[in-house]
């Protein structure tokens, strides 16, 4: 009786378990491909963020910096000063970022990793359209608007981030 039992078996044991361990593989090679992405994913925002967190503090010391000093220079194009274009093109998408006479570049600390080093730009605007007034009651109002735009890149290059404020001085 033994005998027969042996010679009754055809592999099918084997092929089942061949099939089932391809199943396997074939999930274990997919999860290992989403796993992948979602690495990357957290890697790219980790350096977008770290590009926000650098285009912020360059976009505050622009504000000190108006804050700072009591007359401004000569807002010529040089050194990130510039006044407001009349024929409706932006100045911080025609200038070079990475010019060092074009921009002023962040001097704080804590973004030596990045590909570049934040920058900002500092825009003349025109003066408050109230600031002519002569109606009994209402004060003069000789304050400029300045609008000041930060440019910061991530670690990797791949991520931009700009930000921008206007500010009452």
Do not use: C
Not at 28 to 36: I, Q, R
Not at 147 to 165: D, N
């Amino acid at each position: 009786m033994m005998n027969r039992l042996k010679s009754s078996q055809t592999g099918a044991t084997l092929i089942i378990t061949m099939i089932f361990l391809l199943i396997m593989s074939i999930i274990g090679l997919a999860g290992m491909d989403v796993t992948g992405l979602e690495e990357r994913m957290a890697g790219n925002m980790r350096d977008r963020n770290k590009a926000f967190q650098a285009a912020e503090a360059a976009l505050l010391e622009g504000e000190d910096y108006l804050e700072t000093f009591v007359i401004l220079p000569a807002f010529d194009g040089s050194d990130g000063h510039y006044a407001l274009p009349g024929d409706g093109t932006k100045n911080w998408e025609e200038i070079n970022w990475n010019a060092s006479n074009a921009v002023r570049t962040y001097t704080g600390v804590g973004f030596s990793e990045l590909e570049n080093l934040p920058a900002y730009i500092v825009e003349d605007l025109a003066a408050a359209a109230a600031s002519d007034s002569l109606e009994v009651g209402v004060p003069v109002d000789n304050k400029r608007f300045y609008r000041v735009t930060s440019r910061a890149v991530g670690q990797t290059g791949s991520s931009e981030v700009m930000l921008q404020i206007v500010y009452k001085r």
